[in-house]
């Protein structure tokens, strides 16, 4: 059964930082991604960053790039979001999704809160 655990969010400080981790468990598959996703009240849920397990390419949206940092643990299967000079508007719940390619099924994380105050 695959198991995808997230965790690290909370509340910050405007310019604060935070780090997020998912840690993925259940399969042995070489070939997945994984994705950070958030989601404020009344808003739709976007893609924030993502890295390949085959290659460690990572993407980032255009709002967070030059503060955020994607990274795994390939070890420990387990992939970090380092979340710098927090805004309020980084407020959302964090989704983390895990895709795996051999079987082209999307795995979803329970969701973390961050707050950021001014």
């Known amino acids: 059964e695959v198991q995808v655990v997230e965790s690290g969010g909370g509340l910050a400080q405007a310019g604060g930082s935070l780090r997020l981790s998912c840690v993925v468990s259940?399969?042995?598959?070489?070939?997945?991604?994984i994705a950070w996703f958030r989601q404020a009240p009344g808003k739709e849920r976007e893609g924030v960053s993502c890295?390949?397990?085959?290659?460690?390419?990572?993407y980032y949206t255009d709002s967070v790039k030059g503060r955020f940092t994607i990274s795994s643990d390939n070890a420990k299967n387990t992939v970090y979001l380092q979340m710098n000079s927090l805004k309020p508007e980084d407020t959302a719940v964090y989704y983390c999704?895990?895709?795996?390619?051999?079987?082209?099924?999307?795995?979803w994380g329970q969701g973390t809160q961050v707050t950021v105050s001014s």
């Open positions: 259940g399969f042995t598959f070489d070939d997945y991604a």
């Open positions: 890295i390949s397990r085959r290659d460690g390419s990572t």
């Open positions: 999704k895990v895709t795996l390619f051999s079987v082209r099924r999307d795995y």
